[in-house]
């Protein structure tokens, strides 16, 4: 901190302000530790949408890049120039911008993950510049209960491990994030693992529909695969999105209720594909049995996720949303993260891989979750109650290494001088 008794400086850096409500679950709960904490800290954002997150929480906010500041050019040729010269101008940028924080905290988020279509000098750059920015300007930078993969890319690998290694904390929330980033050449044996930052979220109080029928909650994403199938980037996306119309179709027909929630803007594209359908084919029933309203943060996802009785869902933190409520679950995974959660949860048999989704399994694995509800949910409620008590007590870890403050006998995780 800059002096003694100065309140400290504070900014979460990610890409947070760009509507992913994974993103801002995670910034929800880190608010939470450092409002209750250490109410005495001056917080900002840097972000990738600076204007939406001001609007949203009320923080000073701005842009990552010098790009997202500018804004893109009169042309497509004007546009490459900028790009091109913000890649230069951000390494003046990114330290000035830093040197007004004492500590920088990336919350929770897959930030080490290559799961979906990622480009080296995109997010992986500014993320090695944040880090090496903040070491240069004597800021204590934090990677809180992030994600990971081994990524095949031997630039991101680099960028990755050159951000982490840099950092002053690191921890992920789950082993196979740290045993990724040590197969990428990190040293991690001072690294802890802590449950994903959304199980620190309150829970919603639940809520009845007052109607007989049953609902489920069906989570959708724009899904085009990986950094590999980007050939194949709109085939994967109709092959995945007729299958989620065949599966409501289904629900529908056999007397169910449907709650289509999202996680991302771009997500609304296959919310609008299954209207489209059941208008078409089910046009008597689509008004009653299908509600599409769109959730501004993760909080209000809970909020409709509290009123399902089973949830059926492809994004990350859909799935994680509907773990945090003890509602029985199906994933259709598109990475190992949720693999993992539905195995802690010992709900790993109903999963499905998303690229080889098939939908009458689908239906049977809904059958059978149905079937076993009553005994899956109490394991859930432990499983949740065991998390709350271990974020409970990263909170003091995170005290002691970032803000100096006191612990009892937690042990800090400071790797500042370390590596």
């Known amino acids: 901190m800059d002096g003694a008794g ?98 920088v905290i990336v919350p929770g988020m897959g930030v080490f993950e290559t799961t979906l279509e990622l480009r080296p000098w995109g997010w992986p750059y500014a993320l090695f510049l944040m880090s090496l920015s903040a070491r240069l300007t004597g800021a204590k930078s934090a990677f809180v209960n992030v994600g990971a993969n081994v990524a095949r890319e031997r630039s991101l690998r680099w960028l990755f491990t050159g951000a982490a ?6 921890s992920y929330r789950d082993d196979y994030s740290r045993d990724a980033m040590r197969q990428m050449g990190l040293d991690t044996s001072r690294d802890e693992v802590y449950p994903d930052l959304a199980f620190a979220l309150p829970e919603p109080t639940p809520v009845s529909s007052g109607r007989p029928q049953r609902t489920v909650g069906l ?71 299908l509600i599409g309203e769109q959730a501004e943060s993760l909080g209000e996802l809970m909020e409709q996720l509290a009123g399902v009785d089973v949830v059926v869902a492809s994004r990350y933190h859909n799935v994680l949303s509907a773990l945090k409520l003890s509602k029985p679950t199906i994933s259709i995974s598109y990475g190992t993260k949720s693999d993992i959660v539905m195995e802690q949860m010992r709900l790993a048999e109903f999963r499905q891989p998303i690229q080889s989704l098939d939908v009458a399994r689908l239906i049977e694995q809904f059958r059978a979750l149905e079937a076993r509800a009553a005994t899956v949910v109490p394991a859930m409620r432990a499983k949740n109650a065991e998390y709350a008590e271990s974020l409970e007590r990263q909170y003091d870890v995170l005290s002691a290494a970032l803000f100096g403050a006191g612990t ?12």
Not at 64 to 84: E, F, M, N
Not at 165 to 170: D, E, H, V
């Open 219 to 289: 989570g959708v994403m724009a899904y085009h695969g990986t950094n590999a199938d980007r050939a194949r980037a709109d085939e994967i996306y109709a092959a995945y999105t007729a299958k989620i119309v065949e599966f409501a179709r289904w629900l529908v027909d056999a007397g169910y209720r449907i709650r289509l929630v999202t996680g991302d803007p771009s997500d609304q594209s296959v919310v609008e594909a299954v209207f489209d359908d059941l208008r078409r084919t089910r046009p008597d029933l689509v008004e009653e049995r």
């Open 6 to 103: 100065s309140s400290p400086r504070v900014a979460f850096f990610g890409l947070l302000g760009s509507g992913n409500l994974g993103n801002h679950g995670s910034l929800d709960a880190m608010l939470a530790f450092v409002r209750a904490r250490h109410p005495d800290a001056e917080i900002s954002c840097v972000c990738a949408g600076p204007e939406e997150l001001e609007r949203q929480y009320g923080i000073p906010s701005v842009a990552i890049t010098w790009y997202q500041a500018h804004g893109p050019g009169r042309s497509r040729l004007d546009s490459v120039a900028r790009k091109a010269f913000g890649k230069v101008a951000d390494v003046v940028r990114m330290p000035r911008l830093l040197r007004r924080y004492d500590v």
């Open 408 to 419: 009892g006998s937690h042990v800090a995780v400071d790797i500042e001088q370390g590596e």
């Open 165 to 170: 290694r840099l950092a002053s904390y690191r």
